[in-house]
């Protein structure tokens, strides 16, 4: 029944960039569920998941991702279903050094395989464990057998057929070794496109965490902020972005907005006012100015003061 024990063994390495800073080795311990027929996603993202901590099995992630008429999980419907159990999907890149980065820190990487032919494909994902530089040997859990170990050279020819697919699953409490931010940020993205912006606000923080100065994730961090209601917390970070960004009238405008949900009328017609300077012709701006025009004579204390400067 497993596709890759019809694999023959090759000899040749692909050529691929080798991380200098890694170990010779690495295993991790990731809980291991046996494939039903055709289920060889939904048992390798249900092993991820437990990995994670997060409690669930195969038959619970068939519910959500496995399709009769294909006798499989569509990459997207795998994706989808990792986001549905709080976890990110984040896209690892193209390159078989990225893999074995990945396993060195203690990330499994869910990844799919050609096991057949261009013309004639045989799909199946499996979840990286682990691997060995001394014979250049990668470990998967694949199918019914645990720890299965496959030659590098094999594993990177059945997954370059498949495109070379593969996703990094991680919590809110782990960014990727090898992920880049902007890829990050759209892999959280998907959080609000399906109506949880709540989490995708949490791993929007977890990129501070690793990318505390840059600006998309400054941005998107307190875009998230204001829609969620922490407008405190909305201020502050359009506030560290103005201090680089001065003459960015947007964030000038979002930062008003932020403002006035923190109760500070005064000083978010004072900040609008500002994006109107800088961008006099946009409508946007014109139509928020007229929000703000209604908004009470003073401002609480903890809010920017008219007589004084904007605090940045």
Known sequence: MLLCMALGACTTVPSFEQPQDISQQALL???????????????????VANFRNVETDQDAV???????????SLAIEMSAATR??????YPLEKEFGALLSELDSGNPV???QNLGFGWYPKWHYALAVGYRLGDNTLILHSGEQRNYEIPFATFIRTWQRADQWARVVVDSTTVPTTAE???????????????????????????LTQWPKEPAVL????????NTGDSRRARNLFESL??????????????????????????????????????????????????????RGFDPEHCPQPDGPLPF
């Open 29 to 47: 311990d990731v809980p291991f569920f046996p494939q039903q027929d055709y289920y060889c996603g939904p048992a390798a993202l249900a092993e």
């Open 62 to 72: 068939a519910s959500k991702t496995f399709i009769p008429g294909r006798k499989g």
């Open 84 to 89: 549905q159990l709080g976890l990110l999907p």
């Open 110 to 112: 869910l990844v799919l």
């Open 181 to 207: 931010p902007l890829r990050y940020l759209r892999s959280a993205l998907a959080f609000e496109q399906t109506g949880r912006p709540e989490l995708a606000y949490v791993f929007y923080q977890q990129a």
């Open 219 to 226: 941005t998107a961090a307190a875009n998230a902020a204001l």
């Open 242 to 295: 103005l201090r680089n960004n001065p003459k960015e009238p947007n964030i000038w405008n979002n930062y008003a907005y932020a403002l006035q949900a923190d109760g500070c009328d005064m000083a978010a017609s004072m900040a609008i006012s500002v994006a109107l300077q800088l961008a006099p012709d946009e409508e946007a701006f014109k139509q928020s100015a007229k929000d703000f025009l209604s908004g």
